[in-house]
C-alpha cells in the first residue's frame, strides 16, 4: 500500500501489475517488468493480474494472464541486490483500454537528479506491521543524492541504482510494493529493490535507464516469439 501515501484514484496507473506479493509495470502488450528478487513470489503465483485497483475484490477492469517466460537479467546477484530486473514474457497480449495500457520507459540520456519528486504505487504494507487492504496506494517520493544510500548501503551502486526517499518524512515504498515502477515525468525511471526493514528512508531502487539495451534486445528477441 505504501507507507505515508493515500490511496490511488483507481486506475490512475493503468500499467501497474500485481505478482502476487510484488508489483511490476506493463512496458509492452504481452511484457511486464519487474524487480528479479521477486521470482520467489512469482514462483508461488504465474499468473499477472494487470487492471486492478482492489486486489482482493474481483472488478470488471482486470485481466488475469498466466506467465509464459521469466527473464532475469543474467548479471542479477541476489547478495548485493545489483541487476535487480527482470522481464516477464506473457502467454497472451494484454487487451489494453482504460484501465490497461503500458507505460514508456525511458532514453539512455534521461536524467534524474536529486531534488526530482517522482511517483511510486503498490499494494504492499501500509506500515512495518499492517498488511494493506488491498486497495493501490500512491506517494510521491524525492530523488536523493547518492551519499544518503552510499553511506546506509553498502552495496549501493549509483550507476545501476537509485537513492529515493526524503529520510525526514515518513512516506516510502515497503515489502509487498517490489518490483513496482518509480514514475518521473510520465516515465517508469526505477524499480522498487530494497531498503531499512525498519522502513526509514531513503530506499535503493533499480535505474532502468541503465539497462534499456538489455531491455530492447531482449524484448526484440521476445517479438519473435509474441502471441498473436
Excluded at 15 to 35: P, S
Excluded at 102 to 118: A, R
Excluded at 135 to 152: D, F, P, V, Y
Excluded at 168 to 190: F, R, V
Aim: charged residues 20%; positive net charge.
Amino acid at each position: 500500500e505504501i507507507i505515508g501515501g493515500h490511496e490511488a484514484k483507481p486506475h490512475s496507473h493503468p500499467y501497474m501489475a500485481h505478482l502476487g506479493n510484488c508489483g511490476g509495470f506493463l512496458v509492452r502488450e504481452d511484457i511486464v517488468l519487474t524487480a528479479a528478487h521477486c521470482c520467489k513470489s512469482l514462483c508461488n503465483s504465474t499468473n499477472v493480474t494487470l487492471g486492478a485497483h482492489n486486489i482482493k475484490q474481483k472488478e470488471k477492469t482486470q485481466q488475469t494472464i498466466r506467465v509464459k517466460n521469466p527473464i532475469f537479467h543474467p548479471g542479477y546477484i541476489s547478495s548485493s541486490h545489483w541487476n535487480d530486473i527482470m522481464l516477464l514474457q506473457l502467454e497472451k497480449k494484454a487487451k489494453l483500454n482504460d484501465a490497461v495500457s503500458t507505460i514508456s520507459l525511458p532514453s539512455m540520456t534521461d536524467q534524474v537528479k536529486p531534488g526530482m519528486v517522482c511517483t511510486v504505487a503498490g499494494w504492499g504494507r501500509l506500515d512495518v506491521y499492517t498488511k494493506g487492504d488491498g486497495k493501490l496506494h500512491e506517494a510521491e517520493l524525492e530523488i536523493q543524492a547518492n551519499n544518503k544510500c552510499t553511506s546506509r548501503y553498502p552495496h549501493y551502486n549509483s550507476t545501476i541504482q537509485m537513492c529515493v526517499g526524503d529520510p525526514k518524512k515518513i512516506q516510502t515504498s515497503y515489502k509487498g510494493d517490489s518490483g513496482g515502477p518509480l514514475i518521473c515525468n510520465n516515465k517508469a525511471q526505477g524499480i522498487v529493490s530494497y531498503g531499512s526493514t525498519c522502513a526509514n528512508p531513503p530506499r535503493v531502487y533499480t535505474r532502468i535507464s541503465n539497462f534499456l539495451p538489455w531491455i530492447e534486445s531482449t524484448m526484440r528477441c521476445l517479438k519473435l516469439l509474441r502471441p498473436d
